[in-house]
């Protein structure tokens, strides 16, 4: 266990590092959602209510579309100079490499979320505090299934020459369950239904949170094993 | 952390990818104090060879023992050390930091020792503190022999390590080899350079079409 934990400090800190040096993925996947939000705002923005039951969807849309761009660009990192192989060939546990991956990811997709949250508010002219105290927790509630999955699959970039074909195909059906049940929650509380009335929802989305984690740290290294 | 092992002997090798046989009942053995040179045209299996021998791929059959142990997971892969064309780092990191991780990744007693003892050996303390991405192809193969050996690895598995590095990349190489043998290590040296498998085979293996064709007793 010491073991797992400080392989993935060690990958977790390393995800960070290359990341506050280049500033690449929070830009680039950061401006693709901004750029989403604005351009769907645009396109559907009829009046307040209709912008209220169309809100829910774009910032479905933009974080997701943003958090793949984030997922395959992490790795491929790791495919450049071939540093995914040193990583492998490194006594921590495989699972460890997969945690720290997905954790550094996380941490970065949880950002951008922050930063499109208060941006679908404005466009789409809701109370921007009330969005991100109240979509705010399911975003990221669905944002660790996704990223759990998404790092799963992106991984397998490394080995494949399908890359981010492959990881559009296979992460949307099998991230369903999680998508569905976050939009659905989301359009609730933004149609201004109370908390209680969606914890069904945000129980789903635990679970395929749940279901998601361990999949990923079970199936990494049997996935990185040729 | 780690396991001891002074040979490292595969048997029966056999490795298919989908249609194609890499590997077909490879027996090959190397000791420690040797360098055995792995040659063989583009294609015989050498690379495939390299990638069992580091626990990276898995055989289709047949097996490798590293002295009494035959699957070790992290207490082997503690014991082995790859140098290839990739430099196996990360070029928005400088080349201290790239030592630093792989030093802690590779669970070091004392990393901040080791990394410095090897700035000096290998001559890196100049550029240490840049991006790896602005280094030269003698710089990167540097830092790339550094983190190889960083360890101290009983296997050092070396893979093309003189591609594109001029007369005194190799010859550094050629030194930190002699080195690494004169330590007590096993070494595998996988080269089309028949100048370096020359001045550093004590013994050589010949791969074809996946199978041994010739071997040195």
Redesign the interface.
Known sequence: MK?FL??TA?VFG?EL??EL??REILVTAGLFGLLVTVLTSLAFFLDDVTSQKIAPGVLWVSACFAAILAMGRTWA?ER????I?????????RSSIYAGKMLGTLVLVLAIDLVLLPAVAILFRLEVLATLLRAGPILFLGSIGYVALGTLFASMSVRTGARELMLSVVLFPLASPGLLAGVVATRELFGGAPFSEILDWLRVLAAFDLVAVVCGLVLFEPLM?? | MGLDFTTVEARGLVKVFGPTRALVGVDVRFDAGLVTVVEGPNGSGKSTLLNILAQLVRPTRGEVRYGEHSRGGSELRAQIGVLAHAAMIYPDLTGLENLCLYAKLQGVADPEARVRSLLERFEIGRFRDRPARTYSRGQLQRIALARAVIHAPRLLLLDEPSTGLDARGVERLVRAVEEERARGAIVALITHDSALADRLGERRIRLDRGRVVGADS
């Open positions: 073991r400080t392989g060690l390393k590092r290359v040096r280049t990192r450049e100079s071939d540093a192989r040193g990583l492998l060939l490194s006594p921590i546990p094993s040729e």
